[in-house]
């Protein structure tokens, strides 16, 4: 066995939505081609037209984390024999039912874009296996860029959403922000806000999708789920201290550990409620991932030493604190695997390492799926409750 | 010029704040470990940026060539299209 290359990846996508499984999926053309020409696919899964709550899954951002869009291609495919068959999954120690598997597709919009950005993923496969970023070439202007070791131009996609992403204007000078102005980085955040057809197709699924109120991207390595924010610390009181108060400009990114404490105190707004399904929501992930094979991965706020800008997760879940038209999104990471002796194996393991990771994320996934179903049919009777 | 994984250790977590704020350095934040005598990341780095660091007074252990290392890597990526049989029965 080996890791699919960017055509199987499209291949397995369409297949799932073959006839055999029509009544119950939709296959998705993503409407941005990539710098290099491509059309991406992703898929959704549910029963009926549409569905009152949603998860979306999204891989294969980061070019050289091989194992992601394998990861949920893996689910996909689970998801949709299981349903038609009526069976269970098994995925090393951790089992869902043949019930629990028909209740997340009646119940949920499960859509999965696996491969977001496959002009990486093919080059990462074919030229420079450690390749971060999208294909973009370089801009007039822009610098002559080293090359091997994931160095030369292109976006970190990972750092473009419309989140923060002015990161000189909104964080502290001080702080050690992992994303970079250098269009030869490999964490570049791009000439402009969401400037890359890749970032443009994640947020169109969200634009597409209402129903969508869990975000999960998959990405490597440390063995680590992490929720919002990734900015700055949290704190669950002051609601005006936030992302989007030009007020604390020049003051984020500093979380309390830091040597000295925050100067400025800044911390990043999060509603308790938000943050108590976060945790709720991401231990039943984490034990399941355990359930599958044994191995413990984190859950912990995204922030740390490094905090970053323009990401995936805090951008999916910062949209409705803009918009009160829009339901809550709440955002997740996953890291998958361990750091490996070699950096290179930390991103891509050797493919029989890489089987027991696919069928813990997929553990972890299908039981994040199961706790969304309860969440929203205890809202549909709470609903009910207050009709009555 | 070669890219090598880099053990960078440091005295504490304001000498690991620097290695983004002032070196520049691409780290790997999920390998921040705190260790008995400061701490610990891996990072990226070429020749010149390692000397760098040490003249800065951090201690630099150097690992694999990572560009030698990932093409290793490429045996493990699949060829053709496993699924195009299946995809007959699709299209």
């Not at chain 2, 250790?9 to 691409?26: I, K, N, P, S, T």
């Amino acid at each position: 066995m080996t890791y699919l290359n960017v055509d199987e990846v499209e291949t397995a996508i369409a297949l799932a939505t073959g006839p055999a499984n029509a009544s119950f999926t939709e296959l998705i053309t993503l409407p941005h081609q990539t710098w290099e020409g491509r059309t991406c696919h992703a898929i959704r899964v549910h029963q009926d037209a549409a569905a009152r709550s949603g998860v979306y899954l999204l891989g294969g951002v980061h070019a050289r984390e091989w194992g992601s869009p394998d990861i949920l291609v893996n689910f996909v495919q689970l998801l949709t024999d299981a349903y038609r068959s009526g069976t269970g999954i098994t995925q090393g120690g951790a089992e869902v039912s043949a019930e629990q598997v028909r209740a997340i597709v009646d119940t949920l919009d499960v859509v999965v874009f696996p491969q977001a950005n496959p002009d990486g993923r093919h080059y990462s496969m074919t030229v420079d296996p450690m390749w971060r970023k999208n294909r973009r070439p370089a801009d007039a202007g822009d610098p002559g860029c080293l090359s091997g070791g994931g160095n030369g131009p292109g976006v970190d996609i990972n750092r473009n959403y419309n989140f923060l992403w002015d990161f000189p204007t909104t964080f502290s000078t001080s702080a050690p922000v992992a994303t970079s102005a250098d269009p030869c980085s490999e964490i570049y955040y791009g000439p402009g806000a969401v400037s890359e057809p890749e970032t443009r197709n994640v947020v169109w699924l969200l634009d597409r999708y209402p129903s969508v109120g869990y975000f999960i991207d998959v990405h490597s390595f440390g063995e680590a789920i992490l929720f919002n924010w990734g900015d700055d610390d949290g704190q669950v009181t002051d609601p005006s201290m936030n992302f989007s108060n030009p007020v604390y400009d020049g003051k984020r990114g500093i979380p309390d550990g830091t040597p000295g404490g925050d100067p400025d105190k800044y911390r990043e707004y999060i509603p308790a409620d938000d943050r108590h399904t976060l945790v709720t929501l991401g231990t039943m992930m984490r034990d399941a991932i355990q359930a599958a094979h044994g191995r413990p991965y984190t859950l912990k706020q995204a922030v740390g030493l490094y905090p970053t800008s323009g990401t995936s997760d805090d951008y999916a879940y910062s949209r409705s604190f803009l918009d009160s038209s829009k339901d809550t999104v709440l955002g997740y990471t996953i890291e998958w695997g361990p750091q490996q002796s070699s950096i290179s194996k930390s991103f891509h393991p050797d493919y029989p390492d890489m089987v027991p990771i696919i069928e813990e994320v997929t553990a972890g996934l299908l039981a994040f799926c199961l706790a969304a179903v309860r969440r929203t049919l205890d809202a549909t009777l709470a609903d009910a409750g207050t009709n009555w | 010029m070669p890219n090598y994984h880099v053990s960078i250790h440091g005295a504490d977590r304001e000498a690991m704040a620097d290695l983004v704020r002032a070196h520049h350095v691409r780290v790997y934040d999920q390998t921040l470990t705190d260790e008995d005598t400061g701490y610990r990341v891996s990072a990226l780095a070429d020749d010149e940026t390692i000397k760098r660091l040490q003249g800065a007074g951090y201690r630099v252990e150097q690992h694999e060539d990572v560009d030698e290392a990932a093409q290793d890597s490429l045996r493990h990526v699949g060829q053709g299209n496993r699924f195009l049989d299946q995809a007959g029965d699709v299209r």
